[in-house]
């Protein structure tokens, strides 16, 4: 098998690394335990967490051994990176919660037996027992203030205002690095390109207090041509979690991505060689919507698993030929009396009703055949069945059932 490094380099994973050569010899010639950071902020993993955690994967099947850390201790401080606001502290009950959501949803990913199976840990096990003095003495000494201020996470947050209680989050996330090296023989971190300066502090830390080889790798994020992160929608994040983005949602994401990305993630959210994926991808005009429909079908297979992938193609599908016994469906509780932006709240098809008034004011909803050409329009209006289709624009098609 290739040495991991190249995979994850022909694939586009990764972004940023440091003394690349000896990291190549490295992981062809040891097995090597190495970790992913990941903060509990939610009870699912979100489109943001997928690359990270394929790289995992990719590693894993290398024979290196993942680590899946998990932040309880630094999600009661907040990390700075990427926001210009400050994170909202969380319970240690929340945190556990969380943190027990994550390893099923990594499990279709990694495993977490056999030989070089995961381990998942949790920083608030060392994080939470720190004597502060003994912490600054030990790990603050090798920190320079002037060099962390020059760090990207903390330039963005300095505009507005940065509290000491943030300023600590690079000397903890180095730390964590330290705890892993020293307990686990961790010798590699990886994550998010966002991540860089925190990643990179862990392992100068490493090697300057340890005297010993650590390595940073990150990875391209996954964005959208014009330089936006991929992954929202109208009802916010791209989660994992079926409950809070259903499989036909999440398929439908992958089904409607831009034609110049689609290549893009197939290398990066998919198994598939990349031969296949050339072949799939070699055409660039309306035969790119094959390509789109497998890339869909094979994400969702991922997250969701083969049944699941299967019904959301179906639901696609039939939405698309307006099958009326195949497309998705949702029963709403109420009467035909109703006014249609209600309703389409209660079908989950607009989060407000306000932007139901917005859609149907620009001419982007049907019921049926009929275009809905009034906020004030009752279903009844439109329909005498409790049974019909909800349009929305050209992709959202939804069979709803009054009552």
Not at 130 to 138: A, I, K, M, P
Not at 252 to 271: A, I
Not at 343 to 368: Q, W
């Amino acid at each position: 098998m290739k040495n991991a490094f190249d995979i994850l380099q022909e694939r586009g994973f990764i972004k940023q690394t440091v003394y690349e050569d000896d990291l190549k010899h490295l992981l062809e010639t040891e097995s090597v335990p190495f970790y992913v950071g990941f903060d509990p902020t939610a009870d699912s993993l979100h489109i943001g967490h997928y690359i990270p955690i394929m790289a995992m994967a990719w590693m894993q099947k290398c024979g290196h051994k993942p680590i899946a850390l998990i932040g309880g201790g630094t999600a009661m401080i907040g990390d700075p990176s990427g926001r210009t606001d400050m994170r909202q502290m969380m319970t240690r009950e929340t945190i556990a919660h969380n943190c027990e959501c994550f390893r099923k949803q990594m499990g279709r990913f990694i495993r977490f037996e056999g030989e070089n199976g995961a381990t998942m840990v949790n920083n608030g096990d060392w994080l939470l027992k720190l004597n502060y003095v003994d912490f600054l003495r030990d790990i603050g000494t090798y920190f320079s203030v002037n060099e962390m201020l020059t760090a990207k996470c903390f330039k963005t947050r300095l505009e507005r205002g940065l509290s000491f209680l943030e300023f600590n989050y690079m000397l903890m996330q180095a730390y964590d690095f330290l705890v892993l090296f020293q307990q686990y023989g961790c010798k590699i971190q990886l994550g998010g390109n966002d991540q860089w300066s925190n990643i990179l502090a862990g392992a100068d830390l490493i090697r300057r207090k340890e005297r010993s080889d650590a390595f940073a790798m990150t990875f391209t994020l996954l964005e959208t041509s014009d330089g936006k992160k991929m992954g929202k929608t109208a009802k916010g994040a791209l989660w994992l979690d079926e409950n809070k983005t259903t499989p036909y949602e999440f398929y439908q994401y992958f089904r409607n991505v831009e034609d110049v990305k689609v290549e893009e993630c197939f290398r990066l959210l998919t198994f598939l060689e990349m031969d296949e994926i050339k072949e799939i991808c070699k055409y660039q005009d309306e035969r790119i919507n094959a390509a789109k429909k497998r890339l869909a079908f094979e994400v969702t297979k991922l997250v969701h698993g083969e049944e699941e992938a299967l019904k959301a193609q179906k639901q696609a599908e039939g939405a698309f030929s307006n099958d009326i016994d195949s497309m998705p469906s949702v029963n709403v509780s109420g009467d035909m009396s109703m006014p249609v932006v209600d309703m389409m709240v209660l079908a989950k098809v607009a989060s407000t009703k306000s932007e139901a008034r917005r859609l149907v004011e620009g001419g982007g909803v049907k019921i049926n055949d009929t275009k809905i050409s009034a906020v004030t329009t009752l279903v009844s209006e439109v329909t005498d069945k409790n049974e019909f289709v909800l349009h929305k624009g050209k992709k959202v098609h939804v069979k709803v059932v009054i009552a």
